[in-house]
């Protein structure tokens, strides 16, 4: 036992609540990155787009890695951005705003966004992409400031592979020499960016399947 853990006989379980956290944005990290490699593959299949697969660095930083999860995602927004204004140049006022409106029915929409795609683009694109996807903007969006908050959090700096590590080189590299406050003050920060990024994934990685089991199922009639 170390002579901090003498005077704080709480921080042992407080350095196992760090490696614990640490290893939940771990794993919510690559399985971002994977759900946003699924959905590249697609807009590059159905629209031609030249969007980049990625793969999380686990020689990075937490903070490197959200970066660059955060730049692609932007990317994605940019492509989705210039296919709804396509949309709206080749559609009337009326047609336009139904690709928005939720109480009309998916199959309307999707009709609509296919009509013009192929003309506006050059390609037989999937009008079911971009129909589910201009309405998930905001939820892009959402996930793009959680990581952000991820990224300026107490172990931002930490490079992500030591995450998945024992204890005490996690410790060791988020503190440094360990004392009460210092871990104290870590999970609290922690715990509150992870709060806010796990709903955030969760909603990010369903939407993203939603559109693409819409595709597939489309696809099969």
């Given at each position: 036992?170390?002579?901090?853990d003498?005077f ?34 697609l ?14 660095d ?6 490197e890695n ?9 990317s994605?927004q ?7 204004s ?29 009509r013009v ?12 992409t ?8 905001a ?16 172990v ?22 360990i ?15 992870l709060?806010?990024?796990r ?14 089991a ?8």
């Amino acid at each position: 036992m170390s002579w901090s853990d003498t005077f704080f006989p709480d921080n042992p379980r407080r350095r196992e609540e760090v490696v614990r956290l640490g290893q939940q944005l771990l794993s919510l990290m690559e399985h971002n990155f994977w759900a946003t490699n699924r959905l590249a593959t697609l807009l590059n299949r159905e629209m031609n787009t030249g969007l980049r697969e990625i793969s999380v660095d686990k020689q990075k930083t937490i903070k490197e890695n959200c970066d660059m999860l955060i730049d692609t995602i932007g990317s994605i927004q940019a492509q989705v951005a210039q296919i709804d204004s396509r949309l709206k140049e080749n559609l009337e006022p009326e047609l336009y705003q139904k690709l928005y409106s939720l109480t009309v029915p998916l199959s309307d929409r999707i009709h609509i966004a296919s009509r013009v795609l192929s003309g506006a683009f050059g390609v037989l694109g999937s009008g079911v992409t971009v129909a589910e996807l201009i309405h998930k903007g905001a939820v892009l969006g959402r996930i793009v400031a959680s990581l952000g908050r991820v990224g300026t959090c107490a172990v931002a700096t930490v490079v992500l592979g030591v995450l998945g590590l024992g204890v005490d080189m996690v410790a060791s590299a988020i503190l440094g020499a360990i004392e009460r406050e210092n871990l104290e003050r870590v999970i609290q920060e922690y715990s509150e960016a992870l709060e806010e990024f796990r709903p955030a994934s969760e909603q990010y990685l369903e939407n993203i399947g939603n559109v693409i089991a819409r595709v597939q199922f489309k696809r099969g009639h």
